[in-house]
Nanobody
Framework: QLQLVESGGGLVQAGGSLRLSCAASGRAFSSYAVGWFRQAPGKERELVAA????????FHEDSVKGRFTIFRDNAKNTVSLQMNSLKPEDTAVYYC???????????????????WGQGTQVTVSS
């Protein structure tokens, strides 16, 4: 069983930065792909970024490319999302999620993420 806890959300002005962290407890965290999702009011949840089990392969959704960076530290059981140049449209609840990844090269987007954190609110004011 894997438990995930997000932190680092808050209120920031447009153009500012935040770093979200996802701390995992449980065995073999390095065997899991991890994704950051977000859900804004009235909108569907979307995958923002994801990282392979080793950290060697990443995915970033087009709207955040060049602004957000996902990375992980398996020794510390953490996955972080560095968010720069934040925009009001980035306002959402952000969730981290994990899924066992048996093949390092398997898709980070098309998978069912089994384990979820409780979410952290990010609000970007204009």
């Amino acid at each position: 069983q894997l438990q995930l806890v997000e932190s680092g959300g808050g209120l920031v002005q447009a153009g500012g930065s935040l770093r979200l962290s996802c701390a995992a407890s449980g065995r073999a965290f390095s065997s899991y792909a991890v994704g950051w999702f977000r859900q804004a009011p009235g909108k569907e949840r979307e995958l923002v970024a994801a990282v392979s089990r080793s950290g060697g392969i990443t995915f970033h959704e087009d709207s955040v490319k060049g602004r957000f960076t996902i990375f992980r530290d398996n020794a510390k059981n953490t996955v972080s999302l560095q968010m720069n140049s934040l925009k009001p449209e980035d306002t959402a609840v952000y969730y981290c999620a994990a899924d066992p990844q048996f093949n390092e090269g398997s898709s980070l987007r098309n998978r069912n993420y089994d384990y979820w954190g409780q979410g952290t609110q990010v609000t970007v004011s204009s």
